[in-house]
Structure formats: structure tokens, C-alpha cells
Nanobody
Framework: QVQLVESGGGLVQAGGSLSLSCAAS????????LGWFRQAPGKEREFVAA????????YHADSVKGRCTISTDNAKRSVYLQINSLKPEDTAVYYC?????????????????WGQGTQVTVSS
């Protein structure tokens, strides 16, 4: 059974940086899309970034473009997200997800597996 476990969330001041990790167990994701989403209170879950493990293609949401780096380890069992220049509007629960490679990488419905989420709070 596949499990995804996020870590690295916490309280950060605006302008700071945060690194999130997601460790997968149960399989490797050699031809999948690994993504990060976030959900703020009262809002829908939104796409942050994704990486295709076979090609290395990377996608970012406009809201984090230029501030965000997504990467995986060589074994394709972990995915990482770093966000710089954090803003209060980055506050949300961040989720990692894994799904078969799809052109709809920005849609939550394209992902089969989800982590439990980690809270990121950015103070102004």
C-alpha cells in the first residue's frame, strides 16, 4: 500500500523560506507525476508545483513561479518543495500527491495518492 508522508511545515516569517519533504513508501514512482498542492481555510485545494519523474519536466503555479523549487531524489521515493520569499497568502496546509503522468497535472483528480498534509503558516 502506498503511503505519502509530508514533513517540514511550521511557522515562518514573511520573506523567509521553507522546505517541505514527502517520503513515499510502498512503491517507486518512476513514471508518475509527483505534485504539491495547498489548501487554505475556506478555499479549494490548489496546485502549487509538479514534476514528472520520467522526463523531469516541472510545472509551477503562477502564484509561486520564481519562488518555488520542486525536486525528487534519484530513487524517486521522495519529493521536495522549497518556497522562498514567503508571503502571508502562502499560508495553507500543503499536500504532496502522486499520480500517473497526465497532462492535467494541475487537477487534484489526476492524483491517486495523497499525504496527510502539513501546515505552513506565514506571519506578516
Amino acid at each position: 500500500q502506498v503511503q505519502l508522508v509530508e514533513s517540514g511545515g511550521g511557522l515562518v516569517q514573511a520573506g523567509g523560506s521553507l522546505s517541505l519533504s514527502c517520503a513515499a513508501s510502498g512503491r517507486t514512482f518512476s513514471s508518475w507525476t509527483l505534485g504539491w498542492f495547498r489548501q487554505a481555510p475556506g478555499k479549494e485545494r490548489e496546485f502549487v508545483a509538479a514534476i514528472r519523474t520520467n522526463s523531469g519536466h516541472i510545472y509551477h503555479a503562477d502564484s509561486v513561479k520564481g519562488r518555488c523549487t520542486i525536486s525528487t531524489d534519484n530513487a524517486k521515493r521522495s519529493v521536495y518543495l522549497q518556497i522562498n520569499s514567503l508571503k502571508p497568502e502562502d499560508t495553507a496546509v500543503y499536500y504532496c500527491a502522486a499520480g500517473l503522468a497526465s497532462s492535467n497535472y494541475y487537477r487534484p483528480t489526476s492524483y491517486n495518492y495523497w499525504g496527510q498534509g502539513t501546515q505552513v503558516t506565514v506571519s506578516s
